[in-house]
């Protein structure tokens, strides 16, 4: 069993930057992918990006270069740096695991974090 806990959003204005985290617990980030969804309101959940137990890293175009992924796996922690936000930012972000490499299909993660709010007015 895992246990991820997601931190660190809040409220931006837009331009702004948060950095969000994902903790595990009840075992490592090894030969798991780890993947960071968001939700808006009234839209389905959506893959921001994730990061593999290799170190690679995958993006959605509309976050390239402006949203960065990394790990600590000593910490067992995965980081989402957000720059330059924007309002359509705006979402309830999750941070959620699968075994072995990418994917952006939310139903192929078995476990998931309660999700962090990011507003991001403008």
């Known amino acids: 069993q895992v246990q991820l806990v997601e931190s660190g959003g809040g409220l931006v204005q837009a331009g702004g930057s948060l950095r969000l985290s994902c903790a595990a617990s009840?075992?490592?980030?090894?030969?798991?992918?780890v993947g960071w969804f968001r939700q808006a309101p009234g839209k389905e959940r959506e893959f921001v990006g994730g990061?593999?137990?290799?170190?690679?890293?995958y993006y959605i175009d509309p976050v390239k270069g402006r949203f960065t992924i990394s790990s600590d796996n000593a910490k067992n922690m995965v980081y989402l740096q957000m720059n330059s936000l924007k309002p359509e930012d705006t979402a309830v972000y999750y941070c959620?695991?699968?075994?072995?490499?990418?994917?952006?299909?939310?139903?192929?993660?078995?476990?998931w974090g309660q999700g962090t709010q990011v507003t991001v007015s403008s």
């Open positions: 990061i593999s137990w290799r170190g690679g890293t």
């Open positions: 009840g075992r490592t980030f090894s030969r798991s992918f």
């Open positions: 959620a695991t699968r075994m072995w490499d990418y994917s952006d299909n939310a139903s192929s993660y078995s476990y």
